[in-house]
């Protein structure tokens, strides 16, 4: 099989992190660094799989407020179904927002996110996971 065959079969993963209000977009690579990277209160994170044209989201929002909230999340997707894998602030545990398939879900927390990635289908078997980010909590 040639690398282009190979190429078209696994798509391409475009990774990228977009910061609310700013209108910015920065590419990332999934491969480019092991260390989280920062981002704004509010933070969208995108992982597309170009080949399939597929894409999985994901939004923190540690600027909302409500009474006994203080965060709010959201997790998006075209086709197949993704999460958000995140950290809560004092907690050591890894939780989970699954959507559904072409669909989206969110919820608000009573704690700020301190880390995030999204994820989802890689259509050869496995899961496309995105670099974590540490949204600001201030």
């Known amino acids: 099989?040639?690398?282009?065959?190979?190429?078209?079969?696994?798509?391409?993963l475009a990774i990228g992190v977009t910061v609310a209000g700013?209108?910015?977009a920065?590419?990332?690579s999934a491969a480019s660094s092991s260390?989280?990277?920062?981002c704004a209160a509010t933070c969208t994170a995108t992982v597309e799989i170009v080949g399939f044209d597929a894409w999985y989201q994901g939004t923190v929002d540690n600027t909302y407020s409500a009474p006994g909230l203080t965060?709010?999340?959201?997790?998006?997707?075209?086709k197949q179904g993704g999460h958000m894998?995140?950290?809560?602030?004092?907690?050591g545990t890894m939780r989970k927002l699954?959507?559904?398939?072409?669909?989206?879900?969110?919820?608000?927390?009573?704690?700020?996110?301190?880390?995030?990635r999204v994820c989802g289908p890689?259509?050869?078997?496995g899961d496309a996971c995105g670099p974590w980010y540490i949204p600001s909590t201030s």
């Open 35 to 38: 260390s989280p990277s920062a």
């Open 22 to 24: 700013l209108g910015l």
């Open 122 to 125: 890689n259509y050869i078997g």
């Open 71 to 78: 965060s709010w999340i959201w997790v998006g997707s075209n």
């Open 26 to 28: 920065a590419p990332a």
């Open 98 to 116: 699954y959507n559904p398939a072409g669909g989206s879900s969110s919820t608000a927390l009573s704690k700020k996110v301190v880390t995030f």
């Open 1 to 12: 099989m040639t690398s282009k065959t190979l190429a078209r079969r696994a798509g391409i």
């Open 85 to 91: 894998d995140y950290y809560l602030q004092g907690e």
